[in-house]
């Protein structure tokens, strides 16, 4: 498990099978106590040929 702290109004991007290697699965659990957004932006080649993604957002509501 990794934690990470990010400064008001910044972002950051964790390339995550840089860190889990391709093909583990795994989660994120964010927190805070102000309000923020969340994105999950995923990036794949299917049978090296067909390039695809899906991108989830959450957020806070105030």
């Known amino acids: 498990m990794e934690n990470r702290t990010?400064?008001?109004r910044a972002?950051?991007?964790?390339s995550v099978d840089t860190i889990l290697g391709e093909g583990v699965d795994s989660s994120v659990f964010v927190e805070s106590d102000m309000p923020i957004?969340?994105?999950?932006p995923l990036y794949f080649l299917?049978?090296?040929m067909w390039p695809g993604g899906s991108d989830?957002?959450?957020?806070?509501?105030p």
């Open 46 to 48: 299917y049978h090296n």
């Open 56 to 61: 989830t957002i959450g957020a806070t509501y």
């Open 37 to 40: 957004v969340a994105e999950r």
């Open 11 to 14: 972002r950051l991007t964790v």
């Open 6 to 8: 990010i400064a008001a």
